[in-house]
């Protein structure tokens, strides 16, 4: 009897990266493309699709700037083997904490993190998970307060940080430059019609929209953002009260909508019991947006292909007391 034996060289390079097994970072990206096809349903010669970000390994479309931010940090020396022991710095509302805080386990570098203290309670549990170190900032201050406390502690700090800074670093919008404006425009066939995307550091926006304007100049791109500084879309800013990030490119939207956080409560229910998909509060933001421009398209006879971003899955948000109200 021959006994058959084989090397993992001889493998094709997919299966071998399969059975072998890809880091935390090679998970990063190419996330599904989902239609809401019942929401839509009223609405012929409309697509409603949206980026399930929630599939990302930390759960969030914040991965991607993180990596991005913490590639670059790795490869300018500021974070990584040549600094031993030196740990990242930044302020956040919670997404981008937690990739950082997943990146720093995977990568074995400190975070710190500084937090507004009424983030939700899962949001805590998860940080506290990956071992991160939090800095809570003043609840009623929201994200503004967070950063005004990182700058703090980045000042007075001396080399002990790196400080990130997502509200000012490039490789923010860069990451959705290069990786979810190229998967839109692949995904939909170079179809896509109108992009639409909610405002927090803005550059999810930012990077997007600038790549897919050059794709095609004719697509329009919509932002959206809380209609009062005092809202429950965690992890969005209402621009004309609040610190400005400096990413934040005004001139880039062809429009901005303004959104009611009651009307992004009903929509995260109504994803959960009519498409099937749990979804954040600022994802429900960004359907709600979405649905308004298809119904606006359809109103006018226009066909059009609409994308949006699902931020991030319900999981964080299940302790909120609007899923049962």
């Not at 759960?59 to 030196?86: C, H, M, N, Q, W």
Request: charged share 20%.
């Amino acid at each position: 009897m021959t006994t058959m034996t084989s090397n993992s060289t001889d493998l094709p390079m997919d299966l071998k990266t399969h059975l072998l097994g890809r880091s935390i970072l090679d998970r990063i990206g190419n996330t599904p493309m989902v239609r809401l096809e019942r929401l839509a349903a009223h609405l012929p010669g409309i697509t409603l699709l949206a980026k399930g970000e929630f599939a990302n390994p930390g759960g969030s479309v914040k991965d991607r700037p993180a990596s991005y931010i913490v590639k670059d940090a790795f490869a300018r020396g500021e974070l990584g083997p040549t600094r031993p022991g030196r740990g990242l710095l930044d302020a956040t509302s919670g997404n981008t904490g937690i990739a950082y805080a997943m990146l720093g386990a995977a990568l074995q570098f400190p975070v710190t993190l500084c937090m507004p203290g009424n983030v939700s309670p899962e949001r805590k549990k998860i940080l506290q998970a990956y071992g991160a170190s939090i800095q809570w900032s003043a609840p009623d201050e929201g994200s503004d307060g967070a950063i005004r406390l990182a700058r703090k502690l980045s000042a007075e700090s001396g080399d002990e940080f790196y400080y990130a800074d997502q509200y000012g670093n490039d490789n923010n919008w860069r990451a959705h430059y290069e990786t979810t404006a190229e998967e839109i425009w692949f995904q939909t066939e170079g179809r896509v019609t109108h992009f639409v995307a909610g405002l927090g550091t803005s550059g999810t926006f930012t990077g997007t929209t600038r790549r897919l304007r050059e794709l095609n100049h004719e697509i329009k791109c919509i932002s959206m953002q809380p209609d009062s500084p005092f809202n429950g879309l965690e992890g969005l800013k209402h621009m004309p009260t609040a610190i400005v990030p400096p990413i934040y490119d005004e001139t880039l939207a062809d429009r901005n909508l303004w959104a009611d956080t009651e009307v992004a409560y009903t929509m995260a229910k109504l994803l959960g019991r009519e498409e099937g998909i749990l979804v954040g509060i600022s994802a429900a933001s960004n359907v709600a947006t979405a649905l308004q421009i298809a119904e606006e398209e359809h109103a006018a006879g226009r066909e059009a292909v609409i994308v949006t971003i699902l931020c991030d899955g319900a999981d964080k948000y299940l302790s909120e007391r609007f899923w049962t109200e």
